[in-house]
């Protein structure tokens, strides 16, 4: 049986000590802060912290695909060593990546014929990626070659559960998620609302609430009820820049859920120029999306 690297991107917000103890390869990715260009990930001049405290001081974020130029790179690193590979990418549902890293496979493919390289759709975002990629690198160790472990990649991507709120809709807002009227009389009446990623990979508005601890509580209380131990016992909570309440999340979560193994993410930009400063969301194996 040949070996394979697994790739995913810096959607992912695993932290870079994260992937080397998993042995998962990460693709930088490009953002914009003001205007000026930075790039978020392995080799990169910002971090997630640095992204939300600028963004805090009332600078727009954005963000870019990943160029066919840095696949290439990036998966050519791996061929040239004799390695197959399997990449889990950003959900196609918020995202054309996948499609520009698919037309880079075929062509890799014509000079590496000997090689397998695969792709998989996460349908996931932000920490929820890393956390299916995760458990992926888990099945590798057990010892899954890469055509049964992009089959269970797929197989399980749906039963990672997203939950998750904002602080200030106007970012969600400048996204399209919502309209001006919901983001300005949601900021006045401090209504939070609650989403999560569906079957199809999109951000979804599933509540609202009133108050930024109950929005809190609503996402803890949507996980625990969806949480199915018995696939895995793991749980990540990643926060854009509000470390507080994430620890408050993680304490009540192991209140309800003892035997809960949590583990806290710092979100990275990619998501968070979306969302703003105050993200917070919590992933977990679940029943269903």
């Known amino acids: 049986m040949s070996d394979y690297q697994i ?19 990460v693709i930088p990715m490009d953002v914009e802060l003001d205007g000026s260009p930075y790039l978020f990930g392995p080799g ?23 160029s066919p130029a840095r696949y290439e790179a990036a998966f050519e690193r791996y061929l040239s060593q004799g390695l197959d590979i399997l990449y889990i990418c950003f959900s196609s549902g918020l995202s054309g990546t996948i499609q520009a890293a698919r037309i880079c496979m075929d062509e890799l493919r014509e000079r590496y014929p000997e090689r397998k390289l ?4 996460s349908l996931s975002a932000s ?23 992009a089959a269970w990649v797929e197989a399980n991507r749906l039963h990672v559960c997203h939950w998750f709120t904002v602080e200030d809709l106007k970012f969600l807002h400048r996204g399209g998620r919502v309209s001006a009227a919901t983001a300005v009389v949601g900021s006045a009446l401090q209504i939070k609302p609650v989403m999560h990623c569906d079957k199809e990979g999109h951000l979804t508005n599933t509540g609202k609430v009133r108050g930024r601890k ?13 949480w199915t ?14 470390l507080a309440d994430a620890q408050f999340m993680a304490q009540e979560f192991q209140r309800r859920r003892p035997e809960a193994e949590i583990t806290l993410f710092h979100m990275g930009p990619i998501i968070g120029a979306h969302c703003g400063p105050g993200v917070i969301a919590i992933f977990t194996w679940g029943t269903q999306r």
Not at 44 to 66: A, H, N, P, W, Y
Request: aromatic content about 6%; hydrophobic content about 40%.
């Open 44 to 66: 990169g001049d910002i971090t997630g912290s640095e992204f939300f405290t600028v963004m805090r001081q009332g600078k727009l974020g954005s963000t870019s695909q990943i």
């Open 118 to 121: 695969l792709c998989v759709d």
């Open 229 to 242: 131990p018995g696939r895995g016992r793991k749980v990540f909570i990643c926060h854009g820049d509000c």
């Open 127 to 149: 920490a929820g990626e890393g956390f299916l990629v995760t458990g992926a690198a888990e099945q590798k160790q057990a010892g899954l070659d890469i055509e049964a472990l």
């Open 214 to 226: 109950h929005s809190l509580l609503a996402l803890l209380d949507h996980a625990d009820q969806s």
């Open 7 to 25: 790739i995913t991107d810096a959607t992912a917000d695993l932290s870079a000590e994260w992937a080397d103890r998993i042995g998962v390869a």
